[in-house]
């Protein structure tokens, strides 16, 4: 299987697992992250997802020897498909997201970091906008996703130099909110969803909806959403869990949903 689910308690953890082509992803490796990520969310009992990678990288970007095919304009599209689907799937987990990059994470693996919720690095880890190396343009919202964290003009020159980012870079850039050992990344990761997964994930999901759009559209539209959401949230468990412990001076002990 070349993506992996496993559950660790409320955690769900997402591998892209080929790693002797250090993750390059194919079409049907595409479809099988989206299909991982669907799973993800339907489950109740997960709480938290972690998404990285096996081995030394988390993903090279697309599968080269795939690409060498030379698709024709339906096969193309179809192949992109699979690639839009992969990122509305994962922007679609209500649950908090951590990716974990394990190491390089080059063109449309650069861009499935950026559907993460939070991002962590393992010391040497890199991330490359590698497209125009292929004469590709972005793919998997690339695009989209990096100029709403580093402004229009910061992502054109990523994507127009395939500028390379070294971890510490892409600290300072906002990209990445830790940096560790590679031995201990994935435990960074874990414990942090964990910890994640214990909090209101109900206000967590309106949350992050209401975060995507903030980003498009105008001010009264997404207060109208706002509305709605904070609405839903009022109604929730977590809300009476949150405001009794407040009243009864202890931590919350969050049910869900």
């Known amino acids: 299987m070349s ?3 496993e559950r660790d308690g409320a955690v769900a953890v997402i591998t892209l697992n080929k790693p002797d082509k250090l993750n390059a992803l194919d079409h049907t490796m595409r479809a099988e992250l989206a299909e991982r990520a669907a799973q993800a969310q339907a489950d109740p009992a997960v709480r938290a997802v972690v998404l990285t990678g096996a081995g030394r990288a988390f993903c090279a970007g697309g599968d080269i020897t795939a ?13 992109m498909r699979s690639a839009t689907d992969c990122t509305l799937a994962l922007l679609a987990v209500e649950k908090p997201l951590i990716v974990a990059i394990n190491g390089v994470a080059a063109g449309v693996g650069f861009s499935i970091t ?8 393992a010391e040497g880890s890199r991330m490359i906008a590698s497209f125009a190396n292929v004469g590709l343009v972005p ?6 996703l990096l100029s709403r964290m580093v402004g229009l003009h910061r992502a054109k020159e990523m994507f127009l130099f395939a500028e390379t980012l070294e971890a510490t870079r892409a600290e300072q850039l906002g990209l990445v909110r830790d940096i ?6 994935l435990p960074a990761a ?19 909806a209401l975060a995507h759009r903030s980003v498009s559209g105008d001010l009264e539209t997404y207060l ?4 709605a959401h904070q609405t839903l949230a009022m109604g929730s468990a977590d809300h009476l869990e949150g405001i009794t412990a407040f009243l009864e001076k202890r931590a919350p002990r969050f049910p869900g949903r």
């Open 224 to 227: 109208e959403l706002e509305l």
């Open 114 to 121: 950026l559907t993460g919720d939070v991002r962590l690095a």
């Open 139 to 144: 793919d998997g919202g690339g695009l989209w």
């Open 67 to 79: 690409m060498n095919e030379r698709p024709d304009p339906a096969q193309a599209r179809t192949w």
């Open 180 to 185: 560790h050992p590679p031995a201990e990344l």
């Open 3 to 5: 993506v992996t689910f």
């Open 190 to 208: 874990m414990a942090m969803a964990h910890g994640l997964a214990a909090g209101p994930t109900r206000a967590f999901g309106l949350g992050k």
